[in-house]
């Protein structure tokens, strides 16, 4: 399965974004599942399209999603101070920071940085990504093979479970976070219509006309 289906899953997982799968691929590629060069392709190449997609998305459509979406605006506001900082180093390290990776090319874009600059640094970064988790993951099956021997494929499995384990959980406490953000500002809009004055609600044409002098009279 791996084989078959391993390089496959390593593009679509690293478009999204996925530091684990390249990190098991590299043990699976020391094991002599998969071909090293091969995983490093597919999570170079998975990495960079995937970032030119939320670049090209945040050019396009950037404002309006942030009005649609204002619980993205947390991520947003500190992106954009990062990005206002240190634009080359930004794009080089931003896939090395947790939680902003699929913020980042959107908030980048929103900041004016060309397409072509944007896309020479984000190949670099996705090479150097790519580089490092690959054979990060190849160094360290070759580790658990010394320490662990035979014991090696159950830690293994372990990891896994566990890396899952942690997506899902945080996968839900992101869920919460967002829908309780909504709730609040639900509640908020709600509070303040219903302290808007009476009159500041009627339209410029219901309001009464003035009386003429006779009536006054």
């Known amino acids: 399965m791996l084989s078959t289906y391993g390089y496959f899953a390593i593009l679509i997982i690293t478009f999204l974004e996925g530091e684990s799968i390249v990190i098991l691929a590299g043990i699976a ?12 392709l597919c999570a170079l190449v ?30 947003t506001d500190w992106a954009f101070k990062l990005v206002r900082k240190n634009e080359t180093l930004f794009i080089l390290s931003f896939r090395f920071i947790y939680g902003v990776r699929n913020v980042s090319p959107f908030v980048i874009a929103m900041s004016g940085v060309s397409r072509i600059r944007f896309m020479a640094l984000n190949f670099i970064a996705a090479l150097i990504w790519a580089l490092a988790f690959t054979f990060g993951g190849y160094f360290f099956g070759q580790a658990l093979e010394h320490f662990l021997g035979e014991h090696q494929m159950k830690v293994l499995i372990g990891l896994g479970g566990l890396a899952v384990l942690i997506w899902a959980i945080s996968f839900i406490r992101r869920k919460r976070r967002e829908r309780r953000i909504r709730e609040e500002e ?17 339209p410029a044409d219901a309001a009464p006309a003035p009386r003429s002098p006779s009536e006054t009279a």
Do not use: N
């Open 29 to 40: 590629a020391y094991q002599g599942l998969m071909d090293p060069w091969l995983v490093l």
């Open 46 to 75: 998975g990495s960079f399209c995937g970032d030119q997609f939320y670049y090209t998305i945040g050019r396009r459509y950037g404002s309006r999603l942030l009005d649609r979406w204002p619980t993205l605006r947390d991520k």
């Open 186 to 202: 639900a509640a908020a809009a709600a509070t303040a219509a219903d302290t808007v004055p009476p009159d500041a609600a009627l």
